[in-house]
């Protein structure tokens, strides 16, 4: 079931709570599932059973809550042993959504950006499935808002938190600076401290998960829709750049299971 903040502050910077009571009935047989670069700061929260992962080559086995702050490289997800869970998704807006709730500065997360988690929240992520195993649904979303609301520090917002939601949602870089007159370098070093991304790399992370999503939702092998689409300069370019980012060609990633077939499109 999904579920949307309740509330309006906790909203700005997270899309949904994702919770999955029986993750067996969701996955079935698909028990090896492969998560890509992208966007997007994901937080599981356990509530029964375990997890591994394999990372850089590093295979973990992960029964606590993790925050998944940045992926910067594919991601080998076995769950078959994990019965139910809470996954929150934060806004696509890569470590800026993250950022009003954490004391570390983007350059420090990105140094270590999955295991930061262990200390991310002051250590509390590891406890939370005690206190929501045993909660309905109607009882975690607002336990949720206000867990977070408690670490929320409205000073930590920035500039790229106003580009979303004022003046340019789809980030377009020439439209940024015709409204706000500030120059490339100034807009690059504020996507730069907030997001951990220069600008030119948030697109290109922003335009290779929209195009994954889409392949993974539709199975439509038309590489020309997605050049056209997506804006990539001819269809060597986009398989270029999703072998560059997924290390599987187009026509691969169409064979293989994937997290994104699963979660909710919200």
């Known amino acids: 079931m999904i579920f949307r903040p309740l509330d309006e502050t906790i909203s700005r910077h997270i899309d949904y709570y994702w919770i999955v009571e029986d993750s067996n009935a969701l996955f079935g047989a698909s028990t090896s599932l492969h998560a890509y670069p992208g966007i997007t700061p994901d937080m599981i929260i356990v509530l029964d059973g375990f997890y591994t992962y394999n990372y850089f080559g590093t295979k973990m086995k992960q029964s606590k809550s993790m925050l998944f702050s940045f992926i910067q490289r594919d991601i080998q997800l076995d769950l078959s042993s994990l019965r139910s869970f809470?996954?929150?998704?934060?806004?696509?807006?890569?470590?800026?959504?993250?950022?009003?709730?954490?004391?570390?500065?983007?350059?420090?997360?990105?140094?270590?950006?999955?295991?930061?988690?262990?200390?991310?929240?002051?250590?509390?992520?590891?406890?939370?499935?005690?206190?929501l195993k045993n909660f309905s649904e109607t009882?975690?979303?607002?336990?949720?808002?206000?867990w977070f609301l408690s670490y929320y520090k409205k000073?930590?917002?920035?500039?790229?938190?106003?580009?979303?939601?004022?003046?340019?949602?789809?980030?377009?870089?020439?439209?940024?600076?015709?409204?706000?007159?500030?120059?490339?370098?100034?807009?690059?070093?504020?996507f730069k401290r907030e997001t951990g991304l220069t600008p030119k790399k948030f697109q290109t992370l922003k335009r290779f998960k929209s195009a994954v999503t889409e392949i993974c939702a539709t199975k439509n092998n038309d590489w020309m829709k997605y050049v056209s689409d997506y804006k990539y300069y001819d269809q060597a370019h986009f398989i270029k750049d999703i072998k560059k980012h997924a290390r599987i060609t187009p026509n691969q990633l169409l064979e293989t299971p994937s997290f994104l077939s699963f979660r909710p499109k919200v």
């Open 139 to 146: 009882e975690i979303v607002p336990f949720l808002d206000d």
């Open 86 to 131: 809470i996954l929150i998704k934060f806004k696509s807006r890569a470590l800026s959504s993250l950022q009003p709730f954490v004391e570390y500065s983007s350059k420090e997360i990105m140094e270590n950006p999955v295991h930061f988690s262990d200390t991310a929240f002051d250590g509390s992520i590891s406890q939370l499935h005690k206190r």
């Open 155 to 190: 000073e930590r917002e920035g500039f790229v938190v106003e580009m979303a939601e004022e003046i340019c949602p789809d980030f377009n870089l020439q439209k940024i600076m015709e409204a706000t007159n500030y120059s490339y370098s100034t807009i690059e070093r504020y």
